[in-house]
Structures are given as C-alpha cells and as structure tokens.
C-alpha cells in the first residue's frame, strides 16, 4: 500500500516415468525430462548471474515508497529515487530525492535532446493502461513504480547515458523544478546539428547492415504486438472463468448437505473448485503483473529504436546531398568543405553508436525473455500442481 499526505515534497516437479524422455518442441527437438532441476533453480541461477555482474557496478538506483498527494489544483503520485555510488562525478555516496512521473518524461526528453545518436529507453505509457479504472489504484501505481525503476536501471547501466549531466541531476537535486527554469541543460553540439536538421533530405538508400536492424525491428514489433493482444484475450477469459468458477463451486457444497452419501465427494468436488479459484487468480496475476508489463516495454523499445535509426538516416541523407551539392560545383577545391566533413563525423558516430546500443540491446533482451519465458513456466507447473489435487477425490472414491 502507499500513503497519501499533502505535505510539500522533496523533490518440478519429475515427470512421470512413463513421458520422461518423450518430450519434444513442435520444430521436433527433443526436449530431456528427466533432470530433476526445476525451473525455480534455473531462475535462481540467473538471479545469481545478476548479483555477479552487480559485483563491478559503481552506481545503484531503485525507485521505491509511492506516495499520493492531494492538493488544491492536481492531484498525484510521487516515487522515491535513491541513489547509491562511487562516481567521483558525485559530491555524496548517496541520495534520496522524490520524482513524479512528469519529471521522469523530463528526464527521457533530455536524454534524447543530448544523446540523440544513442537508444533511450522507453518510459511506461502515460495513460492508464487498458483494463485498469483507477490510475490511483494499488495495483496500477506499483506497475508503474517496477517499470520506472526499470527506465532508471536501464539508464544506469549505459555507459554513456549514466555520465550525463542531466541524470546527475535528476538523481541528486532536492529542487528539480528550480534546475528545469534556469535552462542549465544545454544541448550538445550532436544534439544541435540533429535538432535543426529540417528532413528535407531524401536517403537514397540505408546500409545493409541498418536495412536488416529495420526490418528485424519491424518483425520484433509486429510478433510482440500479436503476444500481446491474444495474451490480453486469455486473461479476459480466465477473469470471466473465475467469475464462473466462484458461482459454480458453492452448488456442489450446498448439494452436500441434502445427499449424506454424497456429502463427501461432493465436498471433494467443491474445494477442488475453490482450489482450481486461487490457482487461476494468482496465474492471472502473474500474467498482468510480470508478463504483460515485459512485452509493452519491448515494443515500446522497439519504437524508440526505430526512432534513432530514422535519425541516423537523416543525417545520412544530409551528407550524401551535401556531398553531391559540392561535387556538381564547378571551381576546384583543394579540399572537402568543413561542413561536409562535420556531417560525414556525424553519420560515423550515429552509426557507431547505433550498432553499440542494438548488441546491448540484444543482449539485455536475450536475458530479459529468458527470464520471463522461464518465470511463466514456473508459474504454470505451480498452477497445474494445484489443479492436481483433483486426483485426491478419484483415490478417495477407490477406498
């Protein structure tokens, strides 16, 4: 739960031995049943690998303590920002600030502003997502609470996005309106030459190897975007099946007190039901709260990068016009207008950048789905093992 206050803010089970062994995917591959590692310890395992690699890191932040606040004009949700490091970049080891969702956007505006050649990670939907009424809820505030403690991590970990100024200041200042009126945050000379790039350039083509990341990320998108849907579908159905469930369980019961030889398996009957309740809420849950919020951010990752390679081909698109414009002149020139050669550096480092932050973002995707993929296995063997307690009433009946 959060409190409110209107006070002034600083800012495996084995199978049986009968399959075990014949198992297979659908492309054919089969698949060895007969280990008795659960997925739970193939899950702690990539929790240990995290611990590891946090071993070598020097700046830690977590987004935690949601609180509400009503006021006169508005009101909203702020979030606690802690910050924990050795940078020398830092005059503290650590601080605690509180941000609102606005000033997060704010953050993720600069970022783009001053690092355009670099993949910004995406920030949760505004908007109330579907589904969810209250945006003041429990529930929808600690969704969006774990996806900006996500949008921090992910900044954090990049090795160039971490250094910016104005992280450093959205991490540490105790005033962030006050910094966002004096029009510190300048761009960089990047960002200037980006940001005044009208578009009116036409790309003659994009580089193979930037035409494949089009075309993968047009693929990701479309892939996920379909998970997403039809996963949004099975969790409508499964609410209204327990809305079902809820009403159907409570007959077998009431049954039992008319029919004394029946009573028992009836009963039977009537918590395996209550059973089969708890098991399907909680995987509902678990699909809404950690499976769902997962593929909206890789969409979501998805546009951004899409967005950086839009930008990359513009300022490619101005080189080569540039570069024709100066070879259709007449007069010979000893050497490549400065100009040229600035917008040549420029398509050098989008490119440079472009391909570092799509490895890493393979990489951190590569283990992200491999987590999500094993944590919803785990989850449906612990649904089915619930479902499982029907076979108590069959070995009832037998005795």
């Known amino acids: 739960a959060f409190s409110s206050t209107c006070e002034t803010v600083e800012q495996p089970n084995a199978q049986s031995p009968d399959l075990r062994g014949l ?40 987004v935690d303590d949601p609180k509400k606040h009503v006021c006169t004009m508005e009101t909203y949700i702020t979030y606690r920002v802690t910050t924990k490091t050795t940078r020398a970049e830092f005059d503290l080891p650590e601080y605690s600030v509180r941000r609102r969702y606005q000033d997060f956007d704010w953050l993720r505006n600069k970022l783009e ?64 309106n006050a910094y966002k009126k004096q029009g510190m945050a300048l761009l960089s000379k990047m960002g200037e030459s980006v940001k005044y790039v009208t578009g009116g350039y036409k790309l003659r083509s994009r580089p193979l190897e930037f035409a494949a990341i089009g075309e993968y990320l047009d693929t990701f998108s479309l892939k996920l975007g379909t998970i997403d849907r039809i996963a949004q579908r099975i969790i409508k159905e499964q609410l209204e099946y327990l809305v079902e469930l809820r009403e159907y369980g409570p007959v077998y019961s009431t049954w039992g007190g008319l029919e004394v030889e029946l009573s028992e398996p009836l009963e039977g009957v009537s918590a395996c039901i209550g059973n089969c309740c708890t098991a399907l809420e909680e ?43 100066v070879a259709l002149k007449k007069e010979d020139r000893p050497k490549v207008p400065t100009d040229v050669e600035k917008c040549q550096d420029r398509v050098e480092c989008f490119n440079a950048d472009l ?8 990489n951190n995707k590569r283990q992200d789905f491999r987590q999500l993929l094993m944590g919803m296995a785990d989850k449906n063997i612990q649904y089915y093992e619930k479902v499982l307690l029907w076979e108590l009433i069959c070995v009832s009946s037998l005795v």
């Open 355 to 362: 391909k570092a932050d799509m490895e890493r973002w393979q």
């Open 113 to 176: 502003e001053s690092q355009p050649t670099h993949l910004i990670p995406p920030l949760p939907e505004k908007f109330v997502v579907k589904g969810v009424v209250d945006r003041f809820s429990e529930e929808f505030v600690e969704t969006r609470r774990k996806a900006l403690d996500k949008f921090l991590k992910r900044i954090t970990d990049h090795p160039v996005l971490s250094f910016n100024e104005h992280f450093n200041v959205f991490l540490t200042a105790k005033d962030l």
């Open 283 to 325: 995987l509902s849950e678990d699909m809404t709260e950690d499976f769902l919020p997962v593929l909206r951010e890789y969409i979501l990752y998805s546009e951004s990068m899409k967005n950086v390679l839009k930008k990359r081909d513009q300022v490619q698109a101005e080189y080569e016009a540039k570069l024709e414009a």
């Open 23 to 62: 198992l297979s995917l659908p492309n054919g591959t089969p698949v060895d049943t007969s280990s008795p590692a659960s997925s739970s310890s193939l899950l702690n395992r990539l929790q240990l690998d995290d611990d590891l690699d946090g071993e070598t890191r020097d700046l830690f932040v977590t």
